[in-house]
């Protein structure tokens, strides 16, 4: 198999404590849900590693690293070309997607051991080992623990305008404030969700990470007031910019997209639990 095209998609953190520091790196708790907006990865075998995207601004950084490490192995080259549908910097692990899918797809073309991949998305980036199991799950760690959790259906409305900020920038601004990372009870969550109590859940979740990224970046600021003019609590997934807000259903879905300005691209999103499909 010398082509493989495959469709990764995107997340959100319903929640996010910071529960410390190791080795330089924040320690997080996050229950983290895969979500139906996705990138479409197209993965070729070639002699030497290229990588382009449907639109401009990408961080390159983690793909070429793993492109480096798979060339180290003696695995060759490899061509990848990505239609971008993930926001950039918008929380929603889009770079880290991409990598994913190259490791997926590489792992197929190649017959990679599962140890193997997940060192790659290690070494890929710190939300890479999430993307890589497609699977709801609760990150821990510097993300790179996961606890895979059954699928929950769930319906979101989520909404962002302008640039993000960098989750480097969002951490050492948490750390300025120095404010405590524990700010919701995830056990209790967890309990929520998965007695499809949407409601209490919507309660309950917080991100540690909110303050650092409304006082980073006056147009998340402003996305979280666009969302509570509905009369709905707003959420921000990882380091932002991406805000959302719980939905009772498609209708409700409908009703709270129309409520919101366009100027903030309002979009619904469903979780989503779906197995790699290699094309």
């Not at 070494?123 to 999430?130: I, K, L, N, V």
């Not at 404010?179 to 499809?196: T, Y």
Request: charged share 25%; aromatic share 6%; net charge negative.
């Amino acid at each position: 198999m010398k082509e493989i095209a495959i469709e990764v998609f995107g997340k959100l953190n319903l929640a996010l404590n910071i529960t410390g520091r190791e080795k330089g790196m924040h320690l997080i708790e996050s229950p983290t849900f895969h979500v139906d907006l996705s990138d479409f990865v197209r993965v070729q075998r070639t002699v030497f590693s290229e990588v382009s995207y449907s639109v401009t601004g990408i961080t390159r950084g983690g793909v070429e690293k793993v492109l480096g490490l798979l060339a180290d192995g003696g695995l060759g080259g490899f061509k990848v070309t990505v239609e971008k549908n993930l926001p950039v910097a918008g929380g929603m692990g889009g770079s880290s997607a991409d990598v994913a899918a190259l490791i997926a797809a590489v792992g197929k073309m190649c017959d990679l051991d599962e140890k193997t991949m997940r060192d790659l998305a290690i070494q890929g980036g710190s939300d890479t080992p999430f993307m890589l199991t497609q699977a709801a799950g609760v990150l821990r760690g510097t993300g790179d623990e996961v606890q895979k959790l059954d699928p929950i259906a769930m319906t979101f409305v989520a909404m962002r305008r302008g640039k993000g900020v960098t989750s480097a920038q969002c951490y050492k601004k948490f750390d300025d404030l120095g404010r405590d990372g524990i700010v919701c009870d995830i056990a209790a969550v967890l309990g929520a969700l998965q007695n499809a109590d949407f409601r209490l859940a919507d309660k309950m979740c917080r991100n540690a990470l909110e303050e650092a990224a409304t006082s980073l970046s006056a147009e998340i600021a402003q996305t979280m007031r666009a969302a509570q003019r509905t009369g709905r609590m707003p959420h921000l997934t990882g380091s932002g910019n991406t805000v959302f807000c719980f939905a009772s259903g498609k209708d409700d879905a409908q009703r709270l997209k129309y409520a919101i300005d366009d100027a903030f691209d309002p979009v619904i999103l469903s979780s989503i639990d779906k197995p790699w499909e290699y094309k």
